[in-house]
């Protein structure tokens, strides 16, 4: 089996990054494509004609991930298959990369795969997972009900007052929420899942590496804080009679900023996201919703962090705390990393074993007990979630080139020397 024979065509690639990228640009060089937004919808019904020109068959699931197939020539039609994917929705004004690098990257990969000529050992899957940044609530949305690993009534919830929330964006597609169970699979249809992003952090730039080879992902923690003061007349209501719902809001802020920060480098916490009710120039604030999303690769950290918390919003009359996710850091198939590692020797490619800050859909699938594996290719600066969000098309030519390799090394067994981690060779 010669995987050199395989070459992804770093034109036809970039082309489609480029066009890609257009689907929701803003005149500052970002994106505006919230999950299912009109931008969104625009950008997956072009990938999935990519899909098809590629050869695949595309279906779209109950709760709207694009599956993208290809069966192998025979024998093995039907059965356990090798993933990819990645996401098309962005974050507010964010960069025209992420997500959308990995399934540019996985299409060419699996172009170039059939391009080779050589018979692809199973089925293949390219997937487009719905609201991956949690535009709507909590985040890795539609590979968690790919498992059934949504929390109660979440198609439901909405991160605020007059927000949207999923069943309905399904309804506008023309979707029934009340489907959105048929979208679970079984973890027995997947040989291994390979996610290719980019790093969104300057580490790779930095040392002027192409590969990162992923060892796990963060575990996050994602919390709605909500603070209950009293509204009133901004000119009448004298200071000593106020109960500013905005002014405990911010004692919290500081106070969970200086909490977080006590506990090290090995922990972050952002509160992103502040909604001030009723919200005009001559209402005293009667109540503040924000976000907060803790991260650690430590869960004692995370469980210290929690603690603090609490005891921050016990001490502020009116402040209360709900928690919407709880995501496990998330361990990497070992073999799958050796696969990726003799890839890239084989392709005269360095690279660097890494943790990831950001979460991804790869977190999903090894709660399934599914070997994952994660590729991370620079962005330059470490720049992301934001317009300035960059890469280099060589890069993304070389990670394709590489989730390429791996996917057939996976697949046909190829060329590691430890027979560690558990990727089923079927
Ligand atoms: O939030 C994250 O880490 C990812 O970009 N969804
Ligand atoms: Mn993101
Ligand atoms: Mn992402």
Redesign the pocket.
């Known amino acids: 089996m010669d995987i050199s024979r395989i070459k992804v065509n770093k034109v036809r690639l970039r082309k489609d990054l480029e066009a890609l990228g257009k689907f929701g640009e803003e005149p500052d060089g970002g994106i505006l494509r919230p999950a299912l937004s009109e931008a969104d919808l625009k950008a997956r019904e072009w990938f999935k004609g990519r899909m098809r020109d590629a050869g695949l068959q595309v279906r779209e699931d109950a709760v709207a991930n694009i599956i993208g197939r290809l069966e192998p020539a025979s024998g093995a039609e039907g059965g356990p298959c090798i993933a990819t994917g990645s996401h098309t929705d962005a974050?507010l004004h964010?960069g025209k990369f992420?997500?959308a690098a990995g399934l540019c990257c996985s299409l060419e990969a699996l172009r170039a795969i059939q391009e080779s000529g050589i018979p692809v050992p199973c089925p293949l899957e390219l997937m487009v997972f719905t609201d991956?940044?949690g535009g709507h609530y909590a985040g890795t949305f539609g590979s968690r009900a790919m498992f059934n690993l949504l929390v109660e009534g979440e198609i439901y919830k909405s991160r605020g007052a007059g927000r949207p929330f999923l069943a309905q964006s399904l309804e506008r597609m023309g979707k029934d929420p009340a489907q959105s169970g048929k979208a679970v699979r079984s973890p027995s249809e997947f040989r291994a899942f390979l996610e290719l992003h980019i790093e969104?952090g300057p580490v790779l730039d930095s040392l002027g590496i192409p590969i990162g080879v992923v060892e796990g992902i963060v575990a996050i923690d994602r919390h709605m804080i909500e603070v209950e003061g009293k509204a009133g007349h901004a000119g009448t209501t004298p200071m000593r009679l106020r109960d500013d719902a905005l002014v405990k809001a911010a004692r919290i802020v500081t106070a969970v900023n200086r909490a977080v920060r006590s506990l090290g480098a090995d922990i972050v916490g952002t509160i992103g996201e502040m909604k001030v009710h009723p919200g005009a120039f001559n209402i005293i604030p009667g109540r503040v919703e924000m976000t907060l999303d803790l991260r650690s690769m430590k869960k004692s950290i995370l469980k210290t962090a929690r603690g603090k918390i609490r005891e921050i919003l016990r001490s502020t009359r009116g402040a209360s705390l709900a928690t919407a996710l709880s995501k496990d850091r998330a361990r990497k198939d070992r073999k799958i990393m050796e696969f990726i590692e003799e890839s890239c020797r084989q392709r005269g490619v360095s690279w660097k074993r890494m943790g990831s800050g950001?979460g991804h859909d790869a977190m999903t699938f090894p709660t399934q007990g599914i070997p994952t594996g994660m590729i991370f290719i620079p962005c330059k600066e470490g720049k992301?979630?934001c317009p300035e969000e960059a890469i280099r098309w060589e890069d993304a030519a070389i990670g394709a080139q590489i989730l390429a390799d791996t996917i057939m090394r996976i697949g046909f067994n190829i060329g590691t020397k430890s027979t560690s981690g558990k990727v089923r060779a079927h």
């Open positions: 974050v964010g992420d997500g991956e940044e969104q950001a992301s979630h």
